[in-house]
């Protein structure tokens, strides 16, 4: 090993430097993601100021979140029967033109919540088609060890469009309208237009003597279920996603504890997200570990465990510290999930797994949501985040305790 490698710290850049295709798509979805949250936060914005109605903005997300789950799923089967390439870069250009639709409406005044809703649910469609095709590009074009320096990479752009696009979408909005907006977002889907555009055709890999089926999202999951190690990155995931995510008590915790109001609530949410964009600011250690699946566990324990000792601060910036070392937690364990399923998991297979991914990630921290206000309600916020936390903890190394395998997994020797 190199001794520059052994003793990195910062984000290796590597995968960014060997693989001209993986850089243009990296640096296309980062483009891209800032758009979409951009245009994310014009749209309830423009709802609210059309029906001046929050239930009417919590409906976007329901209008997105179920053609995500569904597509997800079904996006993630057909990424494994066809050219990804292809399928990635029509689906890429269908959220271009939807950007465009929302556009052109604006600057014709044509102000209608049912559009809007249209548009999120159809962005929804295409997104769920697109992020597996994506995702399973990656190993074709990277190395299987330069695969966790990948991963963090991309934890960088997720994490950062999250919080770059809603600051700018807010400026942008303010002084030049929802249209400057939309249009914004519909340009920055260029970049990674072009990035699809240079890719070589992508045609999933098939077992010789196999002929390449059709789009079965069942296929995908009987395969997953006889595979314990790829079905743990889940099952961790889930435990932390739905035990442990405060996000729903942040008013009330802002309000009880901190004596603050929606910008210390805006402070809570942002703390997450700030770590986890240092976890992958900082990532280049990440790659000298080959024990993914316990890296995992203890990942998914201090996310846990952040979140509890949370539950007892009551000093915000105490509190801030802790919930940014639960997001720098979650990037760790995100990027050994997402190796383990590219690495362990046929070529053939990948898209379905990704799509599952997508479900677990959109649909875990909603549940989680759920879960946490519903027992803060019932009890208060204190005892629904440090009892989320705790739980988490608990029920991951459970998890571990039974699934010993997964403890061992070695990257040198990947086993699905």
Not at 54 to 71: K, M, Q, R, W, Y
Not at 190 to 216: E, F, I, N, V
Not at 264 to 278: E, S
Request: a positive charge; aromatic letters at 10%; one cysteine or more.
């Amino acid at each position: 090993m190199e001794p520059a490698r052994r003793g990195r710290v910062l984000a290796d850049l590597t995968p960014l430097r060997m693989s001209p295709d993986f850089r243009r798509l990296w640096t296309g979805d980062t483009v891209s993601r800032a758009g979409q949250s951009m245009t994310a936060l014009a749209v309830s914005l423009q709802v609210y100021d059309i029906t001046r109605s929050s239930f009417a903005v919590g409906l976007v997300g329901l209008f997105s979140l179920v053609p995500l789950v569904l597509f997800g799923l079904y996006g993630g089967a057909i990424a494994d029967t066809v050219d990804r390439r292809r399928l990635g870069l029509y689906s890429a250009l269908g959220l271009c033109g939807l950007s465009v639709a929302l556009a052109t409406a604006a600057l014709c005044g044509y102000h209608r919540v049912w559009l809007l809703y249209g548009v999120v649910s159809l962005q929804a469609v295409c997104g769920g088609l697109n992020a597996p095709a994506r995702t399973a590009m990656i190993p074709r074009l990277i190395p299987p060890e330069h695969l966790p320096a990948a991963n963090a990479l991309g934890s960088i752009t997720q994490t950062a469009g999250s919080l770059v696009g809603p600051m700018l979408g807010g400026l942008v909005v303010g002084f030049w309208g929802y249209q400057t907006a939309y249009l914004l977002d519909a340009a920055a889907f260029t970049a990674s237009l072009y990035a699809m555009w240079r890719l070589p055709a992508m045609l999933p890999h098939t077992p010789a003597g196999r002929r390449r089926g059709r789009a079965s999202v069942v296929d995908g999951l009987r395969f997953l279920a006889g595979r314990p190690n790829l079905r743990m990155t889940f099952f961790t995931d889930m435990c932390a996603m739905v035990l442990a995510q405060p996000k729903a008590l942040f008013p009330a915790v802002a309000a009880l504890w901190f004596g603050g109001d929606a910008r210390t609530t805006g402070l809570l949410v942002a703390a997450p997200a700030v770590g986890a964009l240092l976890g992958g600011v900082f990532s280049g250690w990440l790659g000298r570990v080959r024990r993914h699946g316990l890296g995992i566990v203890l990942a998914v324990s201090g996310w846990g465990a952040a979140v509890a000792v949370f539950g007892l601060t009551r000093d915000l910036w105490l509190g801030l510290l802790f919930l940014a070392l639960a997001g720098c937690s979650d990037t760790i364990s995100m990027v050994f999930r997402g190796t383990m399923l590219q690495v362990a998991a046929p070529d053939e297979m990948r898209g379905r797994l990704q799509g599952v991914f997508i479900v677990v990630v959109a649909g875990g921290p909603r549940l989680g949501d759920f879960v946490a206000g519903t027992v803060g309600g019932l009890t208060s916020p204190a005892v629904a985040i440090t009892g989320g936390g705790t739980l988490c903890v608990a029920a991951v190394w459970l998890l571990a305790a039974k699934w010993r395998r997964f403890v061992r997994y070695d990257a040198r020797w990947p086993q699905a």
